[in-house]
């Protein structure tokens, strides 16, 4: 183990203990003091991570797979670049296994299961979380039961001083990789009752950065370093949403419109000293939802929400060869067009027995279809079409000390091709149960566990994708069990102390037939596979403190997690036993941030400990190396008149540190980005 491993997990686990805060509300929504990352007190029976409000501000972070980094148990897997993909893994379970909601429903993806948390701007978003298992609550869909972990990002909804009905955000940002990235909001009353509001925003840079790609021998000599500049991960993307909200008697309701528009290289995987490729993607991704909550009387509640979506996608693929089975060359020229669409209902009904049991009940339909246009493929196109009903059972108990939840979820899939070959049906149940108990009344301290049992079904792409697609896929089922605590202290006369917090949990998981993706030197073309069982343990640690010396205010996070997932499919292969891919065993993040009057200071740290890329087994070859990377911001508000504005100024990889999160995917080095912003 390196001597800078050492320190590092040594500092980590040093002021883990020492460095916590308290969130002392219930509302994830409401600015919190000195709490950059917080965990939920007792009501949260299930563990939660969160960021919002200014918090979300002060991140050197573009996107929400960049906040999502922080979070103790989340691996982001980063292809480089601003174009790059971007994904999210929690607890080494699989992207298919994360539920990602966007204010309320499910972003959704039947041809691959990828959600590219990259195209999510933080501009607009007033809250990020992060739930192991599912939310403390029963009022939720069928489908929020179904997720292995969920996360959930609230966009900023309208909110007016007394005496305007109007409000207008401008923000130019820019950055060294050349970066364009003007966008606007705009929030407006419509009566006392409704308001709206609109906000975009364009983004362009030709991707190009500088990077040092090293790499050597077994034995230790060099094969080749250099120093070079990354090629086609350029982007040119457009979103703009607009939203309208309202209350009405018991009440409230809202409906949504999005449209993303973007065109990126896509760039490849440098092996054999190939820099440089032709893969092309243009994305145009359409939704419009909403959501009606209604109290009908005192006991019964209920909750109904929709989706409609349509997602077109076109992959380019030139000049790019491989090496096929007889060890001919083979091209793989593509020119691929997709059209997915998807359609969503969900019913939700909630009742409160008495003051301390509820029952839920909810019905889910989703329907998916996927068209597609590929030349240069001599296979017919399958054009799959899926029809799925999901119905979950759910009640709640609170009996002061305990509190408990226990969910029964019924999944009923049903599939067929253009033929009408129809797929075997798939009926399946999956239980959770939860508790907390907290044994003290006199102290924050809160004890919780739960199981879980989940189930995700191949994606079309898994089971029909022409050259990877294997329709003898089998589906994944993945068991985990969670024990876990929270201690939580405010303190109220402390000359330098202002709260206190700590968070800790040990999980196990257990996985049959997993499925694994992995690139075959395309962003856009995967090898799916059953890997079979996967067993998985690990600890995730999250801590707070927030401080004060006279008018500096500090906030400090830390979060540290160990993780093991290890194959335990076939005894007698050589991998028996080994790490699954690009899992390291430990990983932490640190975070530090000061404000003064109207400055803010921001650092931000993060370690990725040692793992093994896509290889068959854990030898020296396949290891990829630790990285870390420094980060700060500065930020300074003041006021022109009646105008309120903020500058800030932010260095990441500060210490231009040459680091890949995918092996053979350089991330730049050290990078500049300048942002302004208005309000009116």
Same mark, same amino acid.
């Given at each position: 183990?390196?001597?800078?491993?050492?320190?590092?997990?040594?500092?980590?686990?040093?002021?883990?203990?020492?460095?916590?805060?308290?969130?002392?509300?219930?509302?994830?929504?409401?600015?919190?003091?000195?709490?950059?990352?917080?965990?939920?007190?007792?009501?949260?029976?299930?563990?939660?991570? &969160?960021?919002?409000?200014?918090?979300?501000?002060?991140? #050197?972070?573009?996107?929400? =797979?960049?906040?999502?980094?922080?979070?103790?148990?989340?691996?982001?897997?980063?292809?480089?670049?601003?174009?790059?993909?971007?994904?999210?893994?929690?607890?080494?379970?699989?992207?298919?296994?994360?539920?990602?909601?966007?204010?309320?429903?499910?972003?959704?993806?039947?041809? +691959?299961?990828?959600?590219?948390?990259?195209?999510?701007?933080?501009?607009?978003?007033? !809250?990020?979380?992060?739930?192991?298992?599912? $939310?403390?609550?029963?009022?939720?869909?069928?489908?929020?039961?179904?997720?292995?972990?969920?996360?959930?990002? /609230?966009?900023?909804?309208?909110?007016?001083?007394?005496?305007?009905?109007?409000?207008?955000?401008?923000?130019?940002?820019?950055?060294?990789?050349?970066?364009?990235?003007?966008?606007?909001?705009?929030?407006?009353?419509?009566?006392?009752?409704?308001?709206?509001?609109?906000?975009?925003?364009?983004?362009?840079?030709?991707? %190009?950065?500088?990077?040092?790609?090293?790499?050597?021998?077994?034995?230790?000599?060099?094969?080749?370093?250099?120093?070079?500049?990354?090629?086609?991960?350029?982007?040119?993307?457009?979103?703009?949403?607009?939203?309208?909200?309202?209350?009405?008697?018991?009440?409230? /309701?809202?409906?949504?419109?999005?449209?993303?528009?973007?065109?990126?290289? &896509?760039?490849?995987?440098?092996?054999?000293?190939?820099? &440089?490729?032709?893969?092309?993607?243009?994305?145009?991704?359409?939704?419009?939802?909403?959501?009606? *909550?209604?109290?009908?009387?005192?006991?019964?509640?209920?909750? @109904?929400?929709?989706?409609?979506?349509?997602?077109?996608?076109?992959?380019?693929?030139?000049?790019?060869?491989?090496?096929?089975?007889?060890?001919?060359?083979?091209?793989?020229?593509?020119?691929?067009?997709?059209?997915?669409?998807?359609?969503?209902?969900?019913?939700?009904?909630?009742?409160?027995?008495?003051?301390?049991?509820?029952? !839920?009940?909810?019905?889910?339909?989703?329907? +998916?279809?996927?068209?597609?246009?590929?030349?240069?493929?001599?296979?017919?196109?399958?054009?799959?079409?899926?029809?799925?009903?999901?119905?979950?059972?759910?009640?709640?108990?609170?009996?002061?000390?305990?509190?408990?939840?226990?969910?029964?979820?019924?999944?009923?899939?049903?599939?067929?091709?253009?033929?009408?070959? $129809?797929?075997?049906?798939? %009926?399946?149940?999956?239980?959770?149960?939860?508790?907390?108990?907290?044994?003290?009344?006199?102290?924050?301290?809160?004890?919780?566990?739960? =199981?879980?049992? !989940?189930?995700?079904?191949?994606?079309?792409?898994?089971?029909?994708?022409?050259?990877?697609? &294997?329709?003898?896929?089998?589906?994944?089922?993945?068991?985990?069990?969670?024990?876990?605590?929270?201690?939580?202290?405010?303190? #109220?006369?402390?000359?330098?102390?202002?709260?206190?917090?700590?968070?800790?949990?040990?999980?196990?998981?257990?996985?049959?037939?997993?499925?694994?993706?992995?690139?075959?030197?395309?962003?856009?073309?995967?090898?799916?596979?059953?890997?079979?069982?996967?067993?998985?343990?690990?600890?995730? *640690?999250?801590? +707070?403190?927030?401080?004060? @010396?006279?008018?500096? $205010?500090?906030?400090? +996070?830390?979060?540290?997690?160990?993780?093991?997932?290890?194959?335990?499919?076939?005894?007698?292969?050589?991998?028996?036993?080994?790490?699954?891919?690009?899992?390291?065993?430990?990983?932490?993040?640190?975070?530090?941030?000061?404000?003064?009057?109207?400055?803010?200071?921001?650092?931000?740290?993060?370690?990725?400990?040692?793992?093994?890329?896509?290889?068959?087994?854990?030898?020296?070859?396949?290891?990829?190396?630790?990285?870390?990377?420094?980060?700060?911001?500065?930020?300074?508000?003041?006021?022109?008149?009646?105008?309120?504005?903020?500058?800030?100024?932010?260095?990441? #990889?500060?210490?231009?540190?040459?680091?890949?999160?995918?092996?053979?995917?350089?991330?730049?080095?050290?990078?500049?980005?300048?942002?302004?912003?208005?309000?009116?």
């Amino acid at each position: 183990m390196s001597l800078l491993k050492k320190s590092v997990l040594f500092f980590l686990c040093l002021l883990l203990p020492s460095y916590v805060a308290a969130q002392t509300s219930i509302d994830s929504l409401q600015e919190l003091k000195a709490v950059i990352i917080t965990a939920k007190p007792f009501t949260e029976v299930i563990p939660v991570q &969160s960021l919002s409000g200014q918090k979300l501000e002060r991140m #050197n972070s573009l996107s929400v =797979a960049d906040a999502l980094r922080y979070f103790a148990g989340v691996q982001v897997k980063d292809y480089g670049g601003l174009g790059g993909l971007k994904t999210i893994d929690v607890r080494n379970m699989g992207t298919h296994h994360i539920g990602n909601f966007y204010d309320g429903i499910e972003i959704g993806n039947a041809q +691959n299961g990828v959600v590219d948390m990259g195209r999510f701007s933080l501009d607009d978003m007033e !809250s990020i979380s992060l739930y192991n298992g599912q $939310k403390s609550e029963i009022f939720q869909s069928a489908k929020e039961f179904m997720s292995a972990s969920t996360v959930y990002m /609230w966009s900023k909804k309208p909110k007016f001083k007394e005496g305007k009905n109007t409000n207008l955000t401008l923000r130019y940002r820019t950055m060294s990789i050349d970066y364009i990235n003007p966008s606007l909001r705009l929030e407006q009353k419509l009566s006392d009752k409704v308001s709206m509001n609109v906000s975009g925003e364009y983004q362009k840079s030709n991707g %190009r950065y500088k990077y040092h790609y090293k790499r050597v021998f077994p034995d230790g000599s060099t094969a080749y370093d250099t120093t070079a500049i990354r090629k086609n991960s350029d982007i040119e993307a457009f979103r703009i949403e607009t939203g309208v909200y309202g209350q009405i008697t018991d009440g409230s /309701w809202y409906a949504k419109l999005y449209y993303y528009d973007s065109d990126r290289g &896509s760039p490849g995987a440098i092996v054999a000293g190939k820099f &440089s490729d032709g893969y092309r993607q243009s994305d145009r991704s359409f939704f419009a939802q909403g959501r009606l *909550t209604k109290d009908i009387d005192e006991k019964y509640h209920l909750q @109904v929400k929709g989706k409609f979506s349509f997602d077109y996608l076109h992959y380019l693929a030139q000049d790019t060869t491989e090496v096929n089975n007889e060890g001919a060359k083979e091209s793989l020229w593509s020119n691929d067009r997709y059209y997915q669409q998807e359609a969503y209902l969900s019913v939700i009904n909630l009742y409160n027995i008495n003051s301390w049991w509820d029952v !839920s009940l909810s019905a889910d339909y989703q329907w +998916n279809k996927l068209n597609g246009t590929r030349k240069y493929i001599k296979t017919k196109f399958p054009y799959p079409r899926r029809n799925s009903i999901v119905a979950s059972l759910a009640t709640s108990v609170d009996l002061g000390k305990v509190k408990a939840m226990a969910s029964i979820v019924g999944n009923y899939i049903d599939e067929s091709v253009k033929d009408d070959t $129809k797929t075997e049906n798939k %009926r399946v149940v999956t239980p959770a149960a939860f508790i907390g108990y907290k044994p003290f009344e006199d102290y924050d301290f809160n004890l919780r566990a739960f =199981a879980k049992r !989940s189930f995700r079904m191949p994606t079309f792409n898994d089971m029909y994708y022409a050259q990877v697609g &294997s329709s003898t896929l089998k589906p994944e089922y993945m068991n985990q069990y969670n024990i876990g605590f929270t201690y939580a202290r405010q303190f #109220n006369n402390s000359p330098f102390f202002d709260s206190f917090t700590l968070q800790a949990d040990a999980y196990i998981t257990r996985t049959k037939d997993k499925i694994i993706a992995s690139p075959t030197g395309s962003l856009f073309r995967w090898m799916m596979s059953n890997t079979g069982k996967v067993k998985g343990r690990g600890i995730e *640690t999250v801590a +707070n403190i927030g401080m004060h @010396v006279g008018k500096v $205010k500090l906030a400090t +996070n830390l979060s540290y997690t160990y993780s093991s997932a290890r194959d335990y499919s076939n005894k007698w292969l050589t991998s028996y036993g080994d790490q699954i891919p690009y899992t390291p065993w430990h990983s932490g993040s640190a975070v530090l941030n000061t404000t003064y009057k109207t400055w803010d200071l921001n650092y931000s740290f993060i370690y990725v400990g040692k793992r093994y890329n896509g290889g068959v087994n854990n030898i020296p070859v396949n290891r990829v190396q630790p990285w870390y990377t420094h980060d700060i911001s500065l930020q300074k508000k003041f006021h022109i008149n009646d105008i309120a504005a903020k500058v800030s100024v932010e260095v990441n #990889n500060l210490l231009a540190q040459d680091y890949e999160v995918i092996y053979n995917y350089p991330m730049p080095l050290r990078t500049f980005r300048f942002t302004f912003s208005i309000d009116l």
